[in-house]
């Protein structure tokens, strides 16, 4: 297990502690922001920034990997728990305190059981499309904070979005002059100086320019009192039936984060050249989500723009993070009335500028060059989350995610392999449509285990393979079982009915390059009885060959 800060040294120190620093910069405005997506006061983003985050970096494994909500988490916790409660109440603020520890829980058991792989289940489409929907959804929400027009960022994507266009003509021309000045230097300043932190340049001079004019007198929104002082120990008190009500939604944000930390927290580890462990990064997504629901924040994820930022600083370990951690609590005890006058138009174009990536509109439009029916996919989970919710959106594409799987598995490469008269080389190439390996013989290769999906594919490319060179034409057919690491009931029954077709075709069938780790399984499920196997292809072909003038004879007689 490796010491906690790994990476950092003497001669790191410095430039560790000045990406802490703009991490601090980048962090603040952002996670105020998303506390307010997801229907919670503003320290409950800042709290998010303290005691999880240094638990985080006591127990990860990842160098670089930064925790913090984020606008999809965010918007998970509106979507789920607003229809539960009113959004800003006392049961709403608890019960996205235990919706956090829910998490926690289910990050601790996926990696003590190590079943990360679950999160494989979501696999790219899938997540542009449930993340695209939440950030389409959230978005609606920023457009009409930055225009001043009162929406209910509690309602269903419809519903905001038809109060956002019936409340155009309220807007506030001031608010959107703050939001247009906002975007540009968002969008411009990242151009032309990507090193400085602009989210913060924007929320302290929007902050100036309110207090400077008093902007705040003639409509503009502001964030309001934050309250002073470091976190404290809490605990959600809920009913059982509520808790129960909460799992759902913690599992669509423990697969998501699983998906997408794990696969951040690996890629940064193989580029930078040192070891993660998945178990251990899961587990601390668990005690730092458990951190925040028992001190007053939400939902923990991986922030991936962070992350990018804090690589692109040139930070390789993790003090940035307890960096960040000192300077908020700093923050909260001693500067939290700096906060009050930030206008909340140029919050919603500091979120609205960060999501706009995760809409997946690159994504999108390569699936669709690449392959429709996994641009469908992605379509498909993006609609059901936008239109119908988030927590359908993630069992939508856990049930597109099998049917994907399914339909792949269900046509595996099943080849009839070429000899090409050299003895030293391996039978590996595929023959052509309807020949034979050698007379008489037939060397079919499955590239996949055997199971329910694919047996029947199997059966039948093989009985084609054995009848495509004519009536009696084969004596022999080898089956490689190189690629055959498992089987099930369902292949089993459907392989003996092969094997009663060969037989009354007065066809042998032997094995070859059979797994020792799957002999076992084999003969328990009947496939592997009497039939010969041999050690390679090349060997099966010799011997079967030497039998093929004697066999000749016989059937002469």
């Not at 641009?375 to 994907?404: D, K």
């Not at 007379?439 to 999906?453: T, Y």
Request: proline share 5%; charged share 15%.
């Amino acid at each position: 297990m490796q010491r906690p800060l790994a990476g950092v040294t003497r001669h790191n120190l410095v430039r560790e502690m000045l990406a802490g620093v703009t991490l601090l910069a980048i962090a603040i405005p952002l996670n105020i922001g998303y506390a307010q997506i997801a229907g919670l006061p503003p320290t409950a983003g800042l709290y998010a920034l303290v005691v999880p985050t240094i638990v985080y970096v006591l127990v990860v494994s990842s160098r670089q990997l930064v925790a913090s909500p984020d606008a999809a988490a965010a918007a998970l916790v509106a979507s789920s728990i607003g229809g539960l409660a009113a959004a800003g109440s006392d049961d709403y603020i608890t019960m996205a305190l235990a919706q956090a520890i829910i998490c926690g829980v289910m990050f601790v058991l996926l990696a003590v059981f190590k079943l990360g792989f679950l999160a494989n289940f979501l696999s790219k489409p899938i997540l542009v499309g449930f993340v695209g929907g939440l950030a389409l959804d959230i978005l609606v929400s920023q457009i009409a904070k930055m225009l001043g027009v009162s929406i209910d960022s509690g309602g269903e994507f419809v519903d905001k979005l038809a109060g956002l266009v019936g409340g155009l003509g309220t807007t506030n021309p001031w608010s959107l002059a703050i939001s247009i000045a906002s975007v540009a230097i968002l969008v411009l300043g990242r151009r032309m100086l990507s090193a400085v932190p602009w989210a913060l340049v924007v929320m302290v001079l929007a902050t100036v320019v309110v207090l400077g004019t008093g902007l705040a007198d003639r409509g503009v929104a502001v964030l309001g009192e934050v309250p002073a002082g470091a976190p404290t120990l809490t605990w959600p008190v809920l009913d059982w039936q509520t808790w129960l009500l909460l799992v759902p939604s913690a599992m669509a944000l423990t697969l998501v984060t699983t998906a997408e930390g794990l696969l951040v927290s690996r890629s940064y580890g193989e580029k930078r050249h040192y070891r993660t462990s998945p178990n251990r990064d899961l587990l601390a997504f668990g005690v730092a989500n458990i951190a925040a629901g028992a001190q007053g924040s939400f939902a923990v994820g991986s922030s991936t723009s962070r992350t990018a930022a804090m690589d692109q600083s040139g930070s390789r370990t993790q003090l940035p993070s307890l960096v960040l951690a000192a300077g908020t609590l700093l923050l909260l005890l001693f500067g939290t009335g700096l906060l009050e006058d930030i206008p909340s138009p140029a919050i919603g174009a500091i979120v609205g500028v960060a999501i706009l990536p995760l809409l997946g509109i690159r994504e999108f439009a390569a699936l669709w060059r690449i392959d429709r029916f996994e641009f469908a996919i992605g379509a498909v989970c993006f609609l059901v989350t936008l239109f119908v919710g988030s927590i359908p959106g993630i069992l939508i594409a856990f049930v597109l995610a099998l049917i994907n799987l399914a339909r792949r598995a269900s046509s595996p490469a099943i080849d009839v392999l070429a000899d090409d008269d050299r003895p030293t080389a391996s039978l590996l190439d595929a023959a052509q449509p309807g020949a034979m390996t050698a007379p008489g013989i037939v060397v079919v290769r499955m590239a996949a285990p055997l199971f329910f999906a694919n047996a029947d594919a199997f059966a039948t490319a093989v009985r084609s393979a054995v009848e495509a060179p004519g009536p009696g034409a084969v004596r022999h057919l080898v089956i490689d079982m190189e690629a055959v690491t498992d089987a099930d009931v369902t292949a089993a029954e459907s392989f003996e009915s092969l094997m009663e077709s060969m037989r009354s075709q007065g066809v042998t069938v032997s094995f070859s390059r059979l797994r020792a780790s799957a002999e076992d399984r084999l003969k328990k499920l009947g496939i592997l009885d009497d039939q010969r196997v041999f050690d390679t292809n090349r060997a099966a072909i010799e011997e079967l060959s030497a039998r093929a003038p004697s066999e000749r004879g016989t059937r002469d007689e």
